[in-house]
Every structure is written in structure tokens, then in C-alpha cells.
């Protein structure tokens, strides 16, 4: 019997199909049978079996290996110097793949508009309706494309058949059963037989999913703080911390810009978790609201006062962390809410919160927190007034950004006073706000809106006429009541300063640079001292 014609068959579908021999980059029937006897002979399996490859000595083997470190070590060399070089021209930014589409997207946009924005072509400047024509005709192509080419391999599968059978040839048919590869065993679903309604209604009931308040971020008031700016520039000067206007830019890069855009949530750094650290009243749940508002998240909220008692025992636990995990992803963009993200951590717990056993979620935080990928739109957002009393370790764990919320500086208060002075028509345009910013330093600025409530009443206002606003009468309200202490803004910023891998790094830096300036300053003493003596 004749031997069996050996055909290419189409190519894969991941590489154009039938397209790819249209545009002749397919190889011939002839070529191939070529090709495949020359493959086997380069096997063995039809050539000199005796034949044996040639084996290398160990002088020979460890010429090769140098050979490589060296080039490895002038490569290593090279991009070294090029990196020196563009450092001395300025900062190199780290690479990062979200360039790559405004890349794109831009030479697209000169190849297709640059010739048809010119005047003569298209003098009304309208739009161009054969782009959505191309590209639509282009996709249809393709799939119907797709859909001959598995027609064809039908065929020939048939053909080759029929071939077969009339040269007498007997197809191969493996008797033997294939075995099913044995994949891992999933989870099982616990909640498989319920409704998304369902489960969604389970959770608002016990108070888990809730509805925030709709608040927008630029409601979070603040400003920038130029006396930061300049003491940053100095090289003399220390680092200074950050106010709330760096706050509220960070919130937007690390939560409402990822929740914001499934793109840039699989293209950024992933940011699973985020801890607002900050005494009472400084604006952690305005921002938590804010995130939750701009996103349009679902918003869970886990908070040990609120979990008490809804899910007892572990199998309860077990079910509320199924429930929350399974939902958040189903609802996305989801935000998970703690209040007190230092609490599961706890070092010792308080006497006054033992009833709410707040180290619940100890185990199972950190694992929910690590199964949120680029694909799941979901954020761990927590706050904490008391973060030192928590493992230092866990938290930093758990929690990929921690930002620390300090009192208002002097121009964020005097810019509030301002504000909120002259909402009131009969308060002076020139009142002298700045001497009671100077003042309220260390107060937050819902103690600033109280001041104005408790002395601007309605028979004060209208009074204004007759009696103007003395800033007096609101500095008396306002000394009545206890501002932040500055051991507590002091303890905050030591521990997150001893904490925060990044804060650790910067203060190190900060240290370096303070000791080698003191050397310097050493250095020119002693020559001024010299110059003196010469004298």
C-alpha cells in the first residue's frame, strides 16, 4: 500500500487561521512531507541511530560559564553607565505599563486624523464616518473567519478519512479509555443554592452592607501648605509631615482612581488595603464616605462594633467572611470597612471593649485581604484612632498604605474661618481671622463649625448690624474647649515614623543627610579657624 500523504493542515486560530496561508506564509503539502522526513532524520529516528552527540570537557564547560558572567557583567555595566548618564540629565522614572496605551492610542490618532484634519480635505472639519465602517467590517471578518476555518478542518478530517479508507488503510482507534486529568477540588460554595438577592438581602438586614452618606472628596476641606513646599526645597531642613491636602491627593491615587477604573486597577501597583490613622474628628469617615460616594462601591462594613452577636461561633465567622468575600466580588467595586483597623490587632485588649471581642478577625483579615487581585475591583479601608496599640507587625501586613491624618496647619484653619465667616452677610468682610488661626492650631475643624454655632444664634446674627463680631467672643467659646494634646499628634507621628517601611526609609535619609551636613559645617569651621590663624 502507498504511504499516507502528509498535509499542514490549517494553522491555529491564535495565529490568523486560513488567513495566513491566503497571505502565503502557510508552507506547501510538497515542503512539509520535505520537512517532516528531515525532522525525523535529525532524531534519529530514521538516520544513524549509532551517531551520538558530542560531549563538552569541563575546561570546555567552564569557558562557556565565564564567558557568560563577563557578558553579563558588561551588560550589567553598560546599563549602569546609561542610568548614571540620565540621572545627571534628572529623575528616571521606573517603568510601568500604563504608558503603553496613551502610546498607542496616540499614534493612532495622528496615523488616522493628521492628513484628514488638513483644510483642503476636510474644510467643515466633521467627523469620519469610514473609521467605524473599517473597523466594524474588520471584526466581522474575523469572526466569520473563524467559523470557516472550523468548517475546514472538518473537512479535511473527513477527506483524510475517506483517503485512508480507500487505500485500504486501517485507522488507528485507541481502545484504552482517557483518563480525566484529576484537578484540584475546589472549595465548596456553601451559599451555591442561593440567589445573589438573596444573600444581598441577608446582609442588609444584619447590617453589614450599608448606605453612606453622599458626600463628594472636594468637600474634604483643605489646602496646600506652602510653608511645606518651601521647607522641602531647603536642603538644611528636615522633612515635614504631610497635611490633609497630601491626604486627600494620596486617597485619590490609592482608592478612588483604582475603584474608579477596572484599567487602572489591573495596570497600577495593586493596592489591596488602606489605614487612615488620625485622632477623633480630623475627617477619616468623610473620606471613607467620599471613596464609597465616587466609585459608586457597595459598602461592607465589618467593624467589631458592628459584627457583635450577627455571626456567632466559627461556623457563623466562617460564613460571614464567605458572604463578605463572595458579594464584594459580585457587587464590585466593593468597599470593606473597618472602624478601629487596629483593633483585630489589638496588643492588650481594653476592659471596655472585651464585650465586642474586636480580635475576631485576627486569621481571617489578612487572608481576605491577600485574595483581592488585579481583577477584583474590592479595597480594605480602615481607620484607626489608636494605631500603637496594635501589633506593629500585623498591621503593616495587612495593610499596604497607612496614612497619617495630623491636625489642620495654620493655613488650612485660617483658610476655614474664612469660609465659614463669611457665609454670614453681616460679619465684616476685614475680620481678623488670621489671629484665631493661629490660635485653633491643634484643634480639628468640626470643633471650629461648633465655636460658630454656639455664638453666632440667631439673635447674634441679628445683631451684627448694631454690634459687630468681636473675635473675642469666639476665642472664649473655643478655650472652653480641650484641644488635641501635642504628645498625641507627637505619639502618632513616632510610630508611624518607626513603623511605615516607607516613613522608616525616609527618616533614615533624613538622619544621613542631617549628619553629613554637620560634617560639612565641621569641615568649613575648622577652615574658617585656619584662615584666622594665617592672619
Known amino acids: 500500500p502507498t504511504s499516507k500523504i502528509l498535509v499542514p493542515g490549517l494553522p491555529l486560530g491564535m495565529i490568523g487561521g486560513s488567513a495566513i496561508i491566503v497571505a502565503n506564509f502557510w508552507i506547501a503539502p510538497a515542503l512539509y512531507e520535505l520537512a517532516h ?46 542610568l548614571e548618564e540620565k540621572l545627571k540629565r534628572g529623575a528616571v522614572p521606573t517603568p510601568t505599563d500604563l504608558l503603553e496605551p496613551f502610546d498607542r492610542h496616540l499614534k493612532e490618532s495622528s496615523f488616522k486624523w493628521t492628513d484628514y484634519e488638513d483644510l483642503e480635505w476636510n474644510p467643515t472639519q466633521r467627523h469620519r464616518q469610514d473609521l467605524p465602517h473599517i473597523s466594524m467590517t474588520h471584526e466581522r471578518h474575523l469572526e466569520l473567519r473563524e467559523v470557516v476555518d472550523e468548517l475546514m478542518r472538518l473537512e479535511i478530517e473527513k477527506l483524510q478519512a475517506a483517503l485512508d479508507r480507500d487505500r485500504g488503510k486501517k485507522t488507528k482507534v485507541d481502545k484504552k479509555k482517557k483518563k480525566r486529568p484529576r484537578g484540584k477540588r475546589g472549595k465548596k460554595d456553601p451559599t451555591a443554592d442561593r440567589t445573589t438577592e438573596s444573600l444581598f438581602k441577608e446582609l442588609v438586614e444584619n447590617g453589614i452592607i450599608k448606605k453612606t452618606q453622599d458626600v463628594s472628596i472636594d468637600s474634604f476641606f483643605c489646602q496646600p501648605s506652602w510653608n511645606s513646599y518651601d521647607l522641602r526645597r531647603d536642603p538644611w531642613w528636615q522633612n515635614p509631615p504631610p497635611n490633609l491636602w497630601d491626604v486627600k491627593q494620596v486617597v485619590k491615587e490609592y482608592c478612588i482612581l483604582p475603584l474608579g477604573s477596572a484599567t487602572v486597577h489591573r495596570s497600577a501597583p495593586l493596592v489591596r488595603s488602606v489605614l487612615l490613622a488620625g485622632y477623633p474628628d480630623c475627617g477619616k469617615r468623610t473620606l ?35 458572604l463578605v468575600t463572595k458579594m464584594s466580588r459580585i457587587l464590585q467595586p466593593s468597599v470593606i470597612f473597618l472602624d478601629g483597623g487596629e483593633k483585630p490587632f489589638y496588643k492588650k485588649v481594653p476592659k471596655t471593649e472585651k464585650d465586642d471581642n474586636p480580635k475576631l478577625l485576627k486569621k481571617q483579615l489578612p487572608k481576605m485581604v491577600k485574595a483581592v487581585t488585579p481583577d477584583d475591583q474590592v479595597l480594605f479601608l480602615a481607620t484607626a484612632e489608636n494605631p500603637w496599640m496594635g501589633q506593629a ?3 503593616v501586613k495587612t495593610y499596604n498604605k497607612i496614612i497619617p491624618m495630623l491636625p489642620p496647619d495654620q493655613s488650612i484653619s485660617a483658610a476655614y474661618w474664612h469660609s465659614q465667616l463669611m457665609k454670614y452677610h453681616g460679619v465684616d468682610r476685614d475680620f481678623l481671622y488670621s489671629p484665631l488661626a493661629w490660635c485653633v492650631q ?16 440667631a439673635e447674634r446674627v441679628i445683631a451684627l448690624r448694631n454690634r459687630p463680631l468681636d ?53 568649613e569651621a575648622k577652615k574658617n579657624e585656619q584662615k584666622k590663624k594665617k592672619k
Open 442 to 457: 491643634g484643634y480639628p475643624l468640626p470643633t471650629i463649625t461648633q465655636v460658630l454655632q454656639e455664638v453666632l444664634t
Open 37 to 82: 522526513t528531515a525532522a525525523r532524520l535529525a532524531k534519529g529516528k530514521g538516520g544513524n541511530k549509532n551517531q551520538k552527540k558530542e560531549k563538552l570537557t569541563k575546561q570546555q564547560l567552564k569557558e562557556l560559564k565565564e564567558e557568560e558572567k563577563e557578558k553579563k557583567r558588561l551588560q550589567k555595566e553598560a546599563e549602569q553607565k546609561e
Open 393 to 395: 507587625n500585623s498591621l
Open 288 to 322: 471613607v464616605d467620599a471613596v464609597v460616594a465616587e466609585t459608586g462601591s457597595v459598602f461592607f462594613d465589618l467593624s467589631p462594633t458592628n459584627t457583635t452577636g450577627k455571626y456567632p461561633g466559627k461556623k457563623g465567622l466562617n460564613m460571614l467572611v464567605h
Open 471 to 523: 473675635p473675642q467672643e469666639l476665642l472664649d467659646v473655643l478655650l472652653k474647649i480641650p484641644p488635641i494634646s501635642e504628645e498625641q499628634t507627637k505619639k502618632l507621628l513616632e510610630w508611624y515614623e518607626s513603623t511605615y517601611p516607607l516613613a522608616k526609609t525616609r527618616a533614615e535619609k533624613t538622619k544621613a543627610d542631617a549628619e553629613f551636613r554637620e560634617r560639612l559645617a565641621a569641615i
